[in-house]
């Protein structure tokens, strides 16, 4: 299995500033094939199901809003929220899809400073 | 819009059969993967399985004893069993889409709303 570890486990970041999550992969996630990195990113609300932010390490899903951006590749990877917004409180989980079972991350809590 | 909806017993005793359903509407449950996904309470997330539109499915292998997975395209249905669950299969179970047509190497684009099973005498 390809384990998934997040840092850090928490962070509480002033409204507007930058926020950085990392997420490395215990094995590579790049495909040789395609060279694209089978890596996604969500978000999680209290009491609501994880919302596709991020796949293939760096696209952004339609309707999420630009400050969100994807970067890294192989084995090291973040999520940047470039200026915090109070409604981006939330936990955020990497995933990798390279293979299967398909891993999460353990998740970072994002409050507000 | 494709929307998802889980359906089941809350409550389920243990060494019995924890048996739920995911409805798909908006939209045909052919030509994508379809997977299972739970989440202890205060904890983070693990994937169940999936299951293709032909039929097949693949497991985790932690899991892959006592879990199936079955679709029934009639209905726009697939359903998750998961036999002699005991307290540590407590857990909201997510039913989840793959973001593209054949891909079974993919990023989930559309959740369930999640349905909280509790493993309880």
């Known amino acids: 299995d390809i384990v998934m570890t997040q840092s850090p486990d928490s962070l509480a970041v002033s409204l507007g500033e930058r926020a950085t999550i990392n997420c490395k992969s215990s094995?590579?996630?790049?495909?040789?094939?395609?060279?694209?990195?089978?890596l996604t990113w969500y978000q999680q609300k209290p009491g609501q199901p994880p919302k596709l932010l991020i796949y293939?390490?760096?696209t952004r899903e339609s309707g999420v809003p630009d400050r969100f951006s994807g970067s890294g590749s192989g084995t090291d990877f973040t999520l940047t929220i470039s200026s915090l917004q109070a409604e981006d409180v939330a936990f955020y989980y990497c995933?990798?899809?390279?293979?299967?079972?398909?891993?999460f991350g353990g998740g970072t809590k994002i409050q507000i400073k | 819009q494709v929307q998802l909806q889980e359906s089941g017993p809350g409550l389920v005793k243990p060494s019995e059969t924890l048996s739920l359903t995911c409805t798909v509407s908006?939209?045909?449950?052919?030509?994508?993967?379809w997977s299972w996904i739970r989440q202890p309470p205060g904890r983070g997330l693990e994937w169940i399985g999936y299951?293709?539109?032909?039929?097949?499915?693949d497991y985790n292998p932690s899991l892959k004893r006592r879990v199936s997975i079955s679709l029934d395209t009639s209905r726009n249905q697939f359903s998750l069993k998961l036999r002699s669950v005991i307290a540590a299969d407590t857990a909201v179970y997510y039913c989840?889409?793959?973001?593209?047509?054949?891909?079974?190497?993919?990023?989930?684009?559309?959740w369930g709303q999640g349905a909280m099973v509790t493993v309880s005498s």
């Open positions: 989840a889409k793959g973001r593209e047509r054949n891909s079974a190497y993919d990023a989930f684009d559309i």
């Open positions: 094995q590579s996630v790049l495909y040789s094939s395609d060279n694209k990195n089978y």
């Open positions: 995933q990798q899809y390279y293979s299967t079972p398909l891993t």
């Open positions: 908006g939209g045909s449950i052919s030509s994508y993967y």
């Open positions: 293939w390490a760096s």
């Open positions: 299951i293709y539109f032909s039929g097949s499915t």
